[in-house]
């Protein structure tokens, strides 16, 4: 089983910034799940980042590390939370 | 099609400077911003409001002259909300500029006043003021004053600003004017070995096509950039030091200027540390305790401060960093001249909080002051380069 847990950032972009910790996700399943919903993926190469980007919010997920970082837009509401949280399996 | 672009970006990895408009541009995140902006407008004996507005429209009203040249375009409209976009201090809308009314529905410094541990209950958009007065003065030559009526600090969903249409220009836009860019590109010492390919760092940060997204803000390293004009931070801070001697608090106002820079590093550079970016590239060259302090630097290198050294370092201890170019002196010695006395506050600060940073544990606001920094040598005194150490107190 996955265990999803989250993370506040202390330095945030904006105080609700948490990176999302996806332990025992070894194949990124998760993270192609994430994908597949909101994808389109963009590649940062020399970061070894990958990043989806849309009109609420930024994910964006080093490739050395099971976990991403979920950066809210002005647009993002409460439900698209409830739906990123029920896509990775994530409660409090 | 967007009037500005990555293309407009003239880089020098060597250097550590991002030149855009003739200007270099120095990046600082949204938490230095709004603390540096807190700092000047704080005492109220003196006009901060004025001086931070003043030197922004100062700052873009040339900006965007050279740009206009540069890009050989006529005076449209489209490059003030382009360029604010482009550079990351959030959206503009011109729609009702007819009537004389501006809204913003996305702010970089608004960003850093929510996020900062002191507020404010009114508005505090005056770099939008002042860019606003010197973009407009550029584009069509008209003459203006710019108030914010209301502002999404204050819990608004947008920020809208009055045009105030004047006879003559607010300020002496040509008088003030700094030369186009040039360092004296004095070399440095050598650096003290560590684990970090610091080339590849300021190769990869310096092309990262960091601008604006659909907000006009530059999500990264886990805090907003911004690509200010350098001419900008040096106008305020030598007008902000000149307003505060002259009711005896000059050396006050200096240390709140390192304090400031000493937040800075905690801040952004703690964000820096705790990012994904920081993650995929620099995470996987630390091998020791002290390369992390080598990999913060090296990425200060690529935002546009110029070229820094660390010439000794020992984990907990000491640091000292040599700077050949950096945008403080360069400032100075343009508007000033020579000095008796060192002119970097901002590095002199940057050198202690990395040392907090790395260090120290706990809150980062209860770190401030641990370290113990100081300018040993300063181009502004005619040395060959800017010294600075920190030492733990
Ligand atoms: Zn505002
Ligand atoms: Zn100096």
Known sequence: ?92 | MKLINQNDYTRDESQGLKIIGKKNTVIHCHHYNSRLQRTIEGNTKINGKKIFTKCAAISFYELIENLKEEKNCTNDLQIITDLYSFIGFGTINLSFFDQNKINCGNSHFVEGWKCGSIKTEGPVCRLTEGYLEGAIKSVTGRNVSIKETKCMNQGHHQCEFEIENLEQPKYNFQLEKFKDFSFKQNSLSPEATSNIDKKAIVNAVMNMPIEGNNEGLIPAFNVYLAHMPQDFYNLVSIEFVNEMSKIGLAEIAQEMLIEDAENCALNTFGGIWDSEEWAGLIAPMIKEEKDTIFGLVAVANALGWGKINILEHTSFETLTLESSNGYEAHGYIEHSGHSVTPQCFMLQGITAGLMELVYEKGDLEDRSGKYQSEEITCLTKKDKSCLFTAKIK
Request: hydrophobic residues 35%; charged residues 35%; glycine residues 2%.
């Open chain 1, 1 to 92: 089983m996955i265990n999803v847990y989250r993370r506040k950032l202390r330095n945030c972009i904006r105080k609700d910034t948490f990176r999302y910790y996806l332990e025992n996700d070894k194949d990124n399943f998760i993270w192609k799940c994430i994908e597949n919903k909101f994808g389109p993926i963009v590649d940062f190469p020399k970061f070894n980042l990958v990043q989806i980007e849309n009109e609420k919010f930024i994910m964006r997920k080093s490739m050395n590390e099971d976990a991403f970082t979920l950066i809210r837009k002005k647009q993002f509401t409460p439900e698209d939370e409830v739906i990123i949280h029920q896509l990775i399996g994530f409660s409090e």
